[in-house]
C-alpha cells in the first residue's frame, strides 16, 4: 500500500479513538489506515530522527513502520496504546537500519539542537552537551550504551518525554525506565570522565 500524507481529518473524526481506526484496519476499510497515518506520522518521524539522527532517512523508514504495523495489524492486542505498540515497531526498524548503515555523521546536529535541556549543570550530559568536541565524544560513548538503556536516555533528554511515557514506550515500570535512564547516564559521564583524563596527560605530556 503506497503511503501518501493525507488530508487533514475533521472534528467528528479527531474525536474517535486509535481503537476505531484499528478496527477499521482490520476490515480493510482505508479511512482508518489512512487516519492512523495522519495522526502518528510526525511522532514516528520524529521518535527515527531522534534514533538515527536527522541524517537519516527518516521518512522513507517512517513508511516501512506504518507498512509493518498495517500488515500486521492483527498482532496488536489493545493491551497497551496504540502508540507504544507503533513505537516498538519503530524501534525495531530504527535499529534494523542502524545495522545496515553505521554512519552517522549528521547525528550531532541533532545534539547540538538539544543544548538547553532545563537547567543543567556541569555534571549532567546535557551541560556537557554545550561543547561541540565532547559533543562529538558523548554521541560515540552513546553508540556503546546498549538500546535498553540508550532509547530511554534519548526520549527522556532529547524527546524530552515525561518519565510515565518513557516507562510505557519501553515497557518498563517508570521505577526501571528511570534507573536505565541514570545508568546510561553514568556510563556516559565515566567515559567522558576518562577522555578528560586522557586529554590533561596529553596536554601536560613534555613536548
Known sequence: MALTTPPGAGDADNQRSDEHWVALCRTGDERGFK??????????VGHLRMVLGPGADAEDLAQAVFEQAFLHIDRFAGRSKFSTWLFGITVRVAANARRASHSRAHAMDRFAAH???????AQTPEAILAND???RRLFAHLEKVPDKKRIPFLLYFVDQADLAEVAEMTGATVDNAWVRIKRARDLILR????DQQAEHRRMEKPQ
Open 35 to 44: 487516519e492512523l497515518y495522519r495522526r502518528h506520522l510526525r511522532k514516528v
Open 115 to 121: 543544548t538547553a535541556l532545563g537547567a543543567p549543570s
Open 191 to 194: 567515559a567522558l570522565g576518562k
Open 133 to 135: 568536541q565532547t559533543l
